[in-house]
Nanobody
């Protein structure tokens, strides 16, 4: 399964950006989708996740500023980021898990895939 992220860029503090990530491949079903980020010299950290039915989970520092959503028909997850701060500067990665297509109408093996990352830079 391939995840293609897009939408990163350079924005001034207080601005907004919308990230998108589309999954493709031999997919039977997608479970949780999410966004993570990694700043230089730091470990990758959770930004937000969303289940197929729309239940969301956010890191505390993103609550109220970021909104995660998904379009199940398009196998796509979005991250609307607002009130951006310089400390939000990082490479943002999307993640998805689920089942690959199996034989006939049955699910196959599970997968857990990462996108290639998209750079978000917030200037002060």
């Amino acid at each position: 399964v391939q995840l293609q992220a897009s939408g990163g860029g350079l924005v001034q503090a207080g601005g907004s950006l919308r990230l998108s990530c589309a999954a493709s491949g031999s997919i039977f079903s997608i479970g949780t989708m999410g966004w993570y980020r990694q700043a230089p010299g730091m470990q990758r950290e959770l930004v937000a996740t969303i289940t197929p039915l729309g239940s969301t989970n956010y890191a505390d520092s993103m609550k109220g500023r970021f909104t995660i959503s998904r379009d199940n028909a398009k196998n796509t997850v979005y991250l609307q980021m607002g009130s951006l701060k310089p400390e939000d500067t990082a490479v943002y990665y999307c993640n998805a898990d689920g089942f690959l297509r199996g034989k006939g109408w049955n699910p196959g093996p599970t997968f857990n895939s990462w996108g290639q990352g998209t750079q978000v830079t917030v200037s002060s």
